[in-house]
């Protein structure tokens, strides 16, 4: 029996793109496996997808409005299924960063998650003893989140790293300089800045912990505080205001863009060596 046989298409956004696959893909007379090798993927990834046991890619929700004639439908429902993939209260988030015209983050411990390879995001979300299906469906709404990087009109990206990021191996050393050159190909887009605090900078401004100040073209400026559980939104002006200020204490004490591009070239160099 196929995974999909029990699906109720009313369970969920997901569900309901599943189940609607199947049943356009066996109106227009196609096996399963026939839209598999068109999508470039596995027919045993397809059937999870199908069965919504995977979260489908945006390549294949436009693959799939060009063979079944379905206008936009799938690619209109496919960043509705994104939405849904992330925890509840990290929803809120995703919808105002995607909304920003300007995003300033600051992270400590780790790559922030829009500058995140696949391999990176799959070895910090493993660290969670996830099974390995919520894992890959994890990292695909992690990745889904970085489309804001390449539209026509992306918002202003700002990052400050602690040295610490550079300096904590997730996953294999491949991973590691993957996740460099992803980081130093980020820094020739001109929408992105990227600055590193080092170690010899002593205390900053940031060691209370990582945190991404919004900036929105209708309604007020936002800040968003990762916490232990769950993270929290802030609009009071005063929250707002202190987050502005400590994130211009943290480019004052970083490295200018140039010399931090010179440290992660470094880092990668280390790993090759």
């Known amino acids: 029996m196929a995974y999909a046989d029990d699906l109720d298409p009313s369970d969920s956004v997901l569900a309901f793109y599943a189940t609607d696959l199947r049943r356009r893909r066996e109106a227009a007379g196609m096996s ?10 596995a027919p045993s990834l397809l059937n999870k997808i199908e069965a919504a046991k995977r979260l489908p890619t945006k390549e294949l929700s ?19 299924v994104m939405k849904y993939a992330y925890p509840k209260w990290f929803r809120p988030f995703v919808e105002l960063e995607a909304a920003a015209s300007q995003i300033r983050s600051f992270q400590v411990q780790l790559v922030p998650g829009l500058l995140q390879t696949e391999d990176y995001a799959r070895a910090v979300l493993s660290e969670g003893r996830l099974n390995a299906d919520k894992v890959q469906e994890l990292v695909t709404a992690r990745l889904a989140r970085q489309h804001i990087l390449t539209r026509d009109t992306p918002p202003e990206l700002w990052m400050v790293l602690d040295e610490n990021v550079l300096r904590r191996t997730m ?4 991973t590691m300089r993957g996740q460099f050159q992803r980081l130093l190909d980020a820094a020739e887009t001109p ?18 912990g990582p945190f991404s100040a919004l900036t929105l073209d209708e309604g007020p400026d936002v800040v968003y505080v990762d916490g232990f559980l769950k993270g929290q939104i802030f609009a009071e002006t005063e929250n707002v205001k202190a987050a502005t200020r400590a994130y211009d204490l943290l480019t004052a004490v970083a490295l200018s863009p140039d010399r931090s591009i010179d440290m992660i070239a470094h880092a990668l160099k280390e790993l090759g060596s």
Do not use: N
């Open 62 to 80: 436009v693959l799939a409005d060009e063979l079944f004639g379905t206008g936009d439908h799938f690619r209109r429902l496919w960043p509705l």
């Open 191 to 208: 929408s992105i800045v990227l600055q590193v605090i080092p170690f010899d900078a002593g205390g900053h401004a940031g060691v209370d």
């Open 171 to 174: 996953g294999d050393v491949d």
């Open 32 to 41: 399963q496996r026939a839209l598999a090798k068109a999508a470039l993927m």
